[in-house]
């Protein structure tokens, strides 16, 4: 069994930063493509960014040149650093990563995190 734990929302005002965390752990052999997405009251959940196990990143357009994701392959550990932070980021924003499992690894399994509340208000 695989576990992502993300870490890192809060409370924030707009034109503020924060950096979130996403732990990958358990019977893993390889994470391939890592990634965020967020959801907002009444709203569907979107798209924000990913990033392949060799480092090639995209963004959503709302959130490009504000956001950076980042990932540290030997801590099987990503990260979304958000700057310039906006009400309008406001979300839940959840983890998910595309992996392989020891004893399966002909087959791709995509996990998600349980979500972590940014609030970006003054």
């Known amino acids: 069994q695989v576990q992502l734990v993300e870490s890192g929302g809060g409370l924030v005002q707009p034109g503020g930063s924060l950096r979130l965390s996403c732990a990958a752990s358990?019977?893993?052999?390889?994470?391939?493509?890592m990634g965020w997405s967020r959801q907002a009251p009444g709203k569907q959940r979107e798209f924000v960014a990913t990033?392949?196990?060799?480092?090639?990143?995209n963004y959503a357009d709302s959130v490009k040149g504000r956001f950076t994701i980042s990932r540290d392959n030997a801590k099987n550990t990503m990260y979304l650093q958000m700057d310039s932070l906006k009400p309008e980021d406001t979300a839940v924003y959840y983890c998910?990563?595309?992996?392989?499992?020891?004893?399966?690894?002909?087959?791709?399994?995509?996990?998600w995190g349980q979500g972590t509340q940014v609030t970006v208000s003054s």
């Open positions: 358990g019977n893993i052999f390889e994470i391939l493509a």
């Open positions: 990033i392949t196990s060799g480092g090639s990143t």
């Open positions: 998910n990563a595309d992996l392989t499992e020891y004893g399966r690894r002909r087959h791709i399994f995509r996990y």
